[in-house]
């Protein structure tokens, strides 16, 4: 979090997701007005969870949700390789996706979802599209 970020903290179960939003008074009030906007999930993983990676992601998907109209209600991560797909936070998304508690998930690239094309596009097509919840990726 730099000097110019406002923290928010959400929780959601047991777990706890902190977001760091700029310190801009309008869009901060945007952010917390969720009547107007769509929920949104956010999924962060990091290989090896070096360089604050996971909190860069955060970060990023953030300012992300703000520029869009978005209200993220959750956030999930996990640090692990993506050939593993039985990861808690990948499992707490989905979850979220299977409840209808959001309707879009916010990912920095498809490869965190992960690194094997045949079973991510699995989990894309049958379980978050199937629920009619869309994937959008900040970094493409």
Not at 71 to 89: A, E, F, H, K, L
Request: hydrophobic residues 35%; neutral net charge.
């Amino acid at each position: 979090m730099t000097d110019n970020s406002v923290a928010v903290y959400i929780r959601f179960g047991s777990e706890t997701a902190g977001f760091c939003l700029p310190d801009d008074r309008e869009a901060f009030k945007a952010y917390m007005n969720s009547d107007k906007k769509t929920k949104a999930w956010v999924y962060c993983r990091s290989a090896t969870g070096e360089d604050n990676a996971l909190q860069k992601q955060r970060y990023a998907a953030a300012r992300y949700a703000v520029a869009h109209n978005l209200t993220p209600i959750g956030v999930s991560s996990d640090v692990g390789n993506g050939i593993q797909y039985d990861r808690p936070g990948l499992t707490t998304m989905l979850s979220a996706v299977k409840g209808g508690l959001v309707s879009v998930v916010i990912i920095k690239d498809i490869s965190r979802i992960g690194r094997n094309t045949i079973k991510t596009l699995d989990i894309l097509e049958n379980e978050i599209e199937a629920y009619g919840v869309k994937l959008l990726c900040y970094s493409e």
